[in-house]
């Protein structure tokens, strides 16, 4: 069948529109999209460019291409930590633990592996919240912390995750109190005692050791056990002697008077605060030459006195 002239002219006229805008849209391709296949040197150059330009999710995407189409090559290594960076500071945390963690596991001897720990590490305690909420991301960064001290513990990198343990451990030490305050507005003063008992044995160092005893007092006194109460307020005057929380531990205990020995004082120092092993003296009780007071007598030897750090900034 013949085509008639015009529509013939028509298609030409098409055809030849079509082959620049093709044109435009393959070097479009080739220039933009990551996962068109360049040599390794230009491909890793773009993703460090994209890097530097602070646009971080593009240069993860650039970097996992070098990986991907060059597995064997030396930059593929480099790659992947580099990868785990960029998705670190595009605040992509998953991404982040999941390239480093992929890069330990393909090279776990590598000179850069402490720097893949700490990406690992930092990737979870910056997504640690309140303690209002689900602490579970907290006790994964104090584990992934851990695990780097322990590896590598004369890295900088390990000095500064020894710093953000303190930080995390006086975070998980808020939780506790928070539960145990709960439970004291409901009346619930075993429960109570039981969150204030884990602070004063599992985080003696932090800020919040000093409530936790006082608390234990008020849990100890509702729960009719002045003995106890008046054990825990010992242990805080030794160690607090002019804080806030012994005073107010010191006045509960004057309206609950034990008749074998009573409380500290308030302000009087008993022993050296923060002295670690050593137990409380009552009133009474020589200090020079005579035997130390029985367990019995003193309850738990006092907690060391309460840490306080600042975290260190990410050393990328």
């Known amino acids: 069948m013949r085509i008639p002239q015009s529509k013939a002219l028509a298609a030409a006229l098409i055809a030849v529109v079509a082959l620049p805008v ?23 150059s773009t993703a460090k460019k994209r890097l530097d330009q602070g646009r971080y999710k593009e240069a993860a995407v650039l970097f ?37 963690q992929r890069f330990l596991s393909v090279h776990p001897g590598n000179r850069d592996a402490p720097y893949a720990y700490y990406l690992v590490a930092l990737s ?31 890295t900088r990198y390990a000095s500064d995750a020894r710093l953000k343990i303190d930080l995390v451990n006086d975070h998980l030490a808020g939780k506790e109190m928070e539960i145990g305050r709960f439970y004291e507005t409901r009346g619930q003063w075993l429960a109570a005692t039981l969150r204030f008992r884990t602070v004063i044995d599992k985080y003696q160092t932090t800020t919040h050791t000093p409530e936790a005893l006082m608390r234990l007092t008020e849990s100890y006194l509702a729960d009719g056990l002045p003995e106890e109460a008046r054990k825990a307020t010992a242990v805080l005057g ?44 009552m009133p009474g009780q020589s200090t020079k030459g005579g035997a130390a007071p029985s367990a019995a007598a003193t309850g738990p030897s006092p907690v060391g006195p309460a840490g306080s750090t600042s975290a260190g900034r990410p050393t990328n």
């Open 238 to 281: 030794a160690n607090y002697p002019g804080s806030d929380w012994y005073d107010h531990a010191y006045k509960l205990m004057q309206k609950h008077p034990v008749q074998a020995v009573a409380p500290i004082p308030p302000g009087q120092p008993i022993i050296p605060a923060g002295t670690p092993g050593a137990a409380p003296t």
């Open 124 to 154: 979870y305690y910056e997504q640690i919240r309140d303690v209002t909420r689900d602490q579970k991301i907290t006790r994964q960064a104090l584990d992934a912390l851990g695990e780097l001290v322990r590896r590598y513990p004369n």
């Open 22 to 44: 093709a044109g435009c849209a393959r070097n479009r391709a080739k220039s933009d999209l990551p996962y068109v296949a360049r040599d390794v040197g230009t491909l890793y």
């Open 64 to 100: 996992d291409e070098v990986e991907r189409q060059h597995p064997y090559s030396i930059w593929a290594r480099r790659a992947q930590l580099m990868s785990a960076f960029s998705y670190y500071l595009n605040r992509d945390y998953t991404q982040s633990i999941q390239s480093a």
